[in-house]
């Protein structure tokens, strides 16, 4: 079993719908969890984090880990055509500096 | 702004050929990465630095090796390059763990096809 488990997609939404994106982890000393957004042949970039559980907004996003259920979210509020991109969780810290990445969900935000 | 720097982003090479893949980072981190992309797949960890001359295998480290002689630059090579090597490689650069969360900084990929 993948230490995160994050489904591929694609997802595809209208613009202005909410999405969530979701990911289940397996080990419960895991810290820090991350949300990495890549765009289309560009290298992925942090998007946000979040420490232990609970939320973390940032503008249309929000974050969320649930450490009894071993799930993280991602939450994405009006969605645009810009939010197009490979959407990638990870987590980090639980004694080892290697994050270890989800395989990636694609998000096609359609006009 | 931190960067990382990629020197290639789009190789063409053929089956047996040596390659050599190199990353540079501005912002003095300790770490560096390289991961190879695949559809389906994911990120998956070929090899890893945390110091200059020390290295890590990752989980697929088999027909790669890796060079870190300064503390800013990190070398990935293909020995004998193989067309099941044909992929996506990123490279990637971080703090140690105690002084960050321990982001991860990309580079913009280095697209790699063997014929």
């Known amino acids: 079993q993948k230490e995160v488990e994050q489904d591929p997609g694609p997802l595809s939404v209208p613009e202005g719908a909410i999405v969530s994106l979701n990911c289940t982890y397996s080990n419960s000393a895991f810290q820090y969890f991350m949300w990495y957004r890549q765009y289309s042949r560009k290298g992925p970039e942090l998007l946000m984090y979040t420490y232990s559980s609970g939320n973390k907004e940032d503008g249309r996003f929000t974050a969320q880990v649930d450490k009894s259920s071993k799930y993280i979210s991602l939450f994405i509020r009006d969605s645009q055509p810009s939010d197009s991109a490979t959407y990638l969780c990870?987590?980090?810290?639980?004694?080892?500096?290697?994050?270890?990445f989800g395989r990636g969900t694609s998000l096609i935000v359609h006009p | 702004d931190v960067k990382v720097t990629q020197s290639s982003r789009y190789l063409v090479k053929r089956t047996g050929e040596k390659v050599f893949l190199e990353c540079v980072q501005d912002m003095d981190h300790e770490n560096m990465f390289w991961y190879r992309q695949d559809p389906g797949l994911g990120l998956r960890l070929i090899y890893f630095?945390?110091?200059?001359?020390?290295?890590e295998k990752g989980d697929i480290p088999e027909g790669y090796s890796v060079s870190r002689e300064k503390k800013e630059r990190f070398s990935l090579i293909l020995e004998s390059a193989s067309t099941n090597q044909t992929s996506m490689y990123l490279c990637?650069?971080?703090?140690?763990?105690?002084?960050?969360?321990?982001?991860?900084?990309f580079g913009e990929g280095s697209r790699l096809t063997v014929l």
């Open positions: 990870a987590r980090g810290g639980g004694g080892s500096y290697i994050p270890t």
């Open positions: 990637a650069s971080s703090w140690v763990i105690h002084k960050s969360t321990g982001e991860l900084f």
């Open positions: 630095s945390y110091d200059v001359k020390m290295k």
